[in-house]
């Protein structure tokens, strides 16, 4: 039987945040259709028997349905797959969106980690973001989440905000760790073309910590965590041992992944295929199809190694050479000796007998490095 990750995406939120790029709306109005066509979709790969290693429910705010919502939905998914026993069941959920009860039916029905957006800890930059939580809204849901018995907790923060100083980003961190939640991800603000940041910057109207102060951030945020028994295992995560997110290690190894949803890319038996993007476009075509097939391609071997490559150095360990031989019959030196040759000079790329990972200073030129193996 196949095996594979599943994510599910729900694109709605309750307001949309002044940064987000997101596939995400705040059309809640249609979430009954929503449901439907997805809980068709889901009955497409009954036949299939998959078995699901992990779930991720995603978006947009997952936790924006109702609890019956959320109980069907889940429903749906053990029908229609084979999760596997002491599968990591993760759904992402924003603060304010989630209740006693809600978080009672999670965890009953299996969902055994939670991934929460803080972002910050400041009231001031949580307005600015667009937010729709306070501080105070993120402890209450953290300590229900708590009190309800998910031991497993992910928090999103983000660093690089407008108006943020460095104390700003040095006080989330001290602030959350006190809570001592499982895993931690520290992403760098980008700000996106669409985006009401992008149009703000653009008039000179944001006023963005300067390069220097936006990588104090990230340095400080890799020694901080690990001082305080976080690993840094991939470049924005850090987990304590034995809590690094299952699923997400299944994207940065390039192993098969089914995404049911509007805009939900997949990769199985090295085809890649993804969905309408939009949710109208996805409902309709599920609705008159029963598909939402946008793409499907089979993936030449060229772009499977380089994908190998750069996805899997996001992990702080690398990627094995030992694995590239088993997958593609081949050397990684054949494919990217030069390539490799030059990263390492510029101090970019670290080489020993197993692995190939990126430097420290490889870590703040990923993009750069990444780069090098698509040419
Ligand atoms: S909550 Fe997340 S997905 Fe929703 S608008 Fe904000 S950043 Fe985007």
């Not at 979709?41 to 978006?59: A, P, S």
């Amino acid at each position: 039987m196949q095996q594979v990750a599943l994510y599910i995406h729900m694109p709605f939120c309750i307001k949309k945040c002044a940064y987000c790029d997101f596939n995400s709306y705040e059309k809640l109005e249609i979430i009954p259709r929503y449901l439907s066509a997805l809980k068709r979709e889901m009955e497409n790969y009954k036949r299939h028997k998959l078995k699901v290693e992990t779930v991720y429910i995603g978006g947009g705010t997952p936790t924006v349905l109702n609890e019956t919502q959320l109980y069907l939905l889940i429903q749906s998914i053990y029908d229609c797959f084979d999760v596997m026993p002491g599968a990591e069941f993760t759904i992402e959920a924003n603060p304010g969106t989630l209740t006693k009860s809600k978080l009672n039916t999670l965890k009953r029905l299996g969902v055994n980690r939670l991934s929460i957006g803080l972002q910050a800890y400041q009231d001031k930059l949580l307005k600015i973001l667009g937010r729709i939580h306070s501080q105070k809204d993120f402890n209450d849901t953290y300590n229900l989440a708590r009190e309800a018995g998910f031991k497993n907790i992910n928090v999103d923060v983000i660093f690089g905000l407008p108006e943020q100083s460095v104390s700003d980003f040095v006080s989330t961190l001290e602030k959350l760790c006190v809570l001592l939640p499982e895993h931690i991800s520290c992403y760098s603000l980008i700000v996106e073309p669409g985006t009401p940041f992008y149009e703000l910057k653009k008039q000179g109207n944001l006023n963005l910590p300067n390069e220097n102060d936006e990588r104090l951030m990230y340095y400080h945020a890799k020694n901080y965590l690990q001082e305080q028994g976080y690993i840094h295992y991939e470049i924005s995560n850090f987990a304590i041992p034995g809590k690094e997110s299952s699923h997400n290690i299944i994207y940065w190894q390039l192993k098969d992944y089914l995404g049911l949803g509007a805009g939900a890319h997949s990769f199985m038996k090295g085809i890649r295929f993804n969905n309408y993007y939009k949710p109208e476009k996805y409902i309709e075509a599920i609705e008159k199809h029963n598909s939402a097939l946008e793409m499907q391609e089979r993936v030449s071997i060229k772009d499977k190694q380089a994908e190998f490559c750069f996805l899997g150095l996001r992990l702080i360990k690398g990627i094995s050479k030992h694995d590239f031989h088993t997958a593609f019959g081949i050397d990684i030196h054949e494919v990217y000796g030069e390539a490799i040759e030059k990263l390492k000079k510029l101090g970019l790329l670290d080489e020993n007998r197993q692995y190939l990972k990126l430097t420290s200073h490889g870590l703040d030129f990923a993009n750069d490095v990444f780069i090098e193996f698509l040419q």
